[in-house]
T-cell receptor
Framework: DTGVSQDPRHKITKRGQNVTFRCDPISEHNRLYWYRQTLGQGPEFLTY????????KSRLLSDRFSAERPKGSFSTLEIQRTEQGDSAMYLC????????FGPGTRLTVL | GQNIDQPTEMTATEGAIVQINCTYQ??????LFWYQQHAGEAPTFLSY????GLEEKGRFSSFLSRSKGYSYLLLKELQMKDSASYLC???????????FGIGTKLQVIP
């Protein structure tokens, strides 16, 4: 158990719909990361928070993607106007050097 | 940017030893990680090397040569449950994000 939970574990949506995922570190972690992983690839970095501040953001993160961590504890990742190419596993992680991943949210866009 | 190369697939026999290589090209190197990922699951942390040399942790060892941009993960006394993808990842100075390779899919056969 890495101490990171994610909800939902699976999400199926239709193209054009908005979706929101949640990440809950069980204990207090001031660093939180979001990654996206497609089949046959390694995780790709999306964004990084230190407490509530979003300090790093990948160029992969288009304007349709937004992430928040309002109180420095849980975080949400929202995708607006989903596209089929957004289908992937979305992973949340915490840690200082080594990163401990939550179980992920698998998104399927039909 | 960072460039990480590792073999896409390997096969090894139960009880044997296998070495998974990783080469990387990056500026401002600040650490190399190995993760294990079983199909359908999130990556789990195995090792972190920032200085040259060998780090041993049970049946798993990881080696780093910064001057050669090279690392390997050594798995001893292979077990069937070691069948998984092994991800090599690097971190650079000034950034918190971790860049992953595509992973090496290891199949352990009886």
């Amino acid at each position: 158990d890495t101490g990171v939970s994610q909800d939902p574990r699976h999400k199926i949506t239709k193209r054009g719909q908005n979706v929101t995922f949640r990440c809950d570190p069980i204990s207090e972690h001031n660093r939180l990361y979001w990654y996206r992983q497609t089949l046959g690839q390694g995780p790709e970095f999306l964004t990084y928070f230190q407490n509530e501040a979003q300090l790093e953001k990948s160029r992969l993160l288009s304007d349709r993607f937004s992430a928040e961590r309002p109180k420095g504890s849980f975080s949400t990742l929202e995708i607006q106007r989903t596209e089929q190419g957004d289908s992937a596993m979305y992973l949340c992680a915490t840690g200082v050097n080594e990163q401990f991943f939550g179980p992920g949210t698998r998104l399927t866009v039909l | 940017g960072q460039n990480i190369d590792q073999p896409t697939e390997m096969t090894a026999t139960e009880g044997a030893i296998v070495q998974i290589n990783c080469t990387y090209q990056t500026s401002g190197f600040n650490g190399l990680f190995w993760y294990q990922q079983h199909a359908g699951e999130a990556p789990t942390f195995l090792s972190y090397n920032v200085l040259d040399g060998l780090e041993e942790k049970g049946r798993f060892s990881s080696f780093l040569s910064r001057s050669k941009g090279y690392s390997y993960l050594l798995l001893k006394e292979l077990q069937m449950k070691d069948s998984a993808s092994y991800l090599c990842a690097v971190k650079v100075v000034g950034y918190q994000k971790v860049t992953f390779g595509i992973g090496t899919k290891l199949q352990v056969i009886p």
